[in-house]
């Protein structure tokens, strides 16, 4: 069956880095799109990056020339690096496969505090 598995996250200081991995299997994961989402407690999750089949990638207002989304066909594996991280970038991040029905993974923490 269909598997997304996040991985990376962790706790971090404002200004550091992290970098998420989101590998699938039991899909053909080069032709789709992939989103990251993230979910803050207590709000409504929100869309974050996206990257096509392509290449092609899109950004939420909020995470532009910090959040860079990427991907590896050869390893069926979505990435997500992210720099100059702010404590309002604490959520629970997840990824998905846009398809006819969509794919979710069960999403990883990231926690930005001193």
């Known amino acids: 069956q269909v598997q997304l598995v996040e991985s990376g996250g962790g706790l971090v200081q404002p200004g550091g880095s992290l970098r998420l991995s989101c590998a699938a299997s039991?899909?053909?994961?080069?032709?789709?799109?992939m989103d990251w989402y993230r979910q803050a407690p207590g709000k409504q999750r929100e869309w974050v990056a996206a990257i096509t089949s392509r290449g092609s990638t899109n950004y939420a207002d909020s995470v532009k020339g910090r959040f860079t989304i990427s991907r590896d066909n050869d390893k069926n594996t979505g990435y997500l690096q992210m720099n100059s991280l702010k404590p309002e970038d604490t959520a629970v991040y997840s990824c998905?496969?846009?398809?006819?029905?969509?794919?979710w993974g069960q999403g990883t923490q990231v926690t930005v505090s001193s």
């Open positions: 039991g899909i053909t994961f080069s032709i789709y799109t």
């Open positions: 998905k496969l846009r398809s006819a029905r969509d794919y």
